[in-house]
């Protein structure tokens, strides 16, 4: 049997340049993709809906550009930097959602894959923490509430995926994580809690004392 190491040659070098450029290129756009979805949600967090969801059109634009880029390299979708990438996006797009209290959109209804999308909303349970500490700053209690009811809603569908990292790319990890996030936002719900009671007692206590003492008749004849 003879073997044409030309060929061969040939075949290597062809695949694999066209494959490492489809990755060049795909990488540009992820890179964009991942600027978007932080700026998003930093957009979040200002409460700039319309601008946050304007960037998040943007991103979409990104994946679109990743998808054509590897119309021939489909393997290369969810490795690496492009599943990093398509994490980030979901994290954005889950915690507008989130914070806005809409209906989550589904792994399908983002394109980005069940991994990045699962690996996304563990990570969203975060910035859900931050605006709600940033609620509770502006005494709204409401807020925070819904927000930590929220969290341990994810945490309770999370800690059911249990499945090796290999499948799940490593989601047990963020999934405790989750949990310790929703432990300290409860610590500090219960903490901003108890300072609105007694402030509400103390204004109420000041209030009863003004009143006690306009209340009070004044004797006029004494010298």
Not at 61 to 67: F, L, S, V
Not at 87 to 100: G, N, P
Not at 155 to 182: E, K, W
Request: aromatic share 6%; charged share 25%; glycine share 6%.
């Amino acid at each position: 049997m003879t073997c044409d190491t030309r060929l061969l040659e040939e075949l290597a070098h062809g695949y694999f340049a066209a494959k490492h450029d489809a990755r060049e290129r795909s990488l540009a756009h992820a890179r964009l993709l991942i600027r978007h979805a932080g700026n998003a949600i930093r957009a979040v967090h200002r409460r700039e809906w319309t601008a946050a969801r304007s960037l998040l059109d943007g991103a979409r634009d990104e994946i679109a550009a990743i998808r054509d880029a590897l119309a021939d390299q489909p393997e290369l979708y969810y490795h690496n930097a492009i599943g990093d990438a398509l994490k980030e996006f979901a994290e954005a797009q889950l915690t507008l959602a989130l914070v806005c209290d809409e209906a989550l959109p589904l792994p399908d209804d983002l394109g980005v894959g069940y991994v990045p999308y699962y690996n996304g909303l563990a990570e969203a349970v975060g910035e859900l923490r931050r605006f709600t500490l940033d609620a509770l700053r502006r005494d709204d209690m409401a807020t925070g509430e819904r927000l930590l009811a929220t969290m341990d809603a994810i945490y309770d569908v999370l800690v059911t995926i249990d499945y090796p990292d290999a499948v799940t790319g490593s989601l047990r990890r963020l999934t405790d994580g989750v949990r310790g996030i929703s432990e300290r936002t409860r610590g500090d719900l219960t903490t901003a809690a108890g300072q609105q009671r007694l402030a509400q007692a103390l204004a109420e206590a000041r209030t009863q004392a003004q009143t006690a003492v306009f209340n009070t008749p004044i004797d006029l004849s004494s010298p």
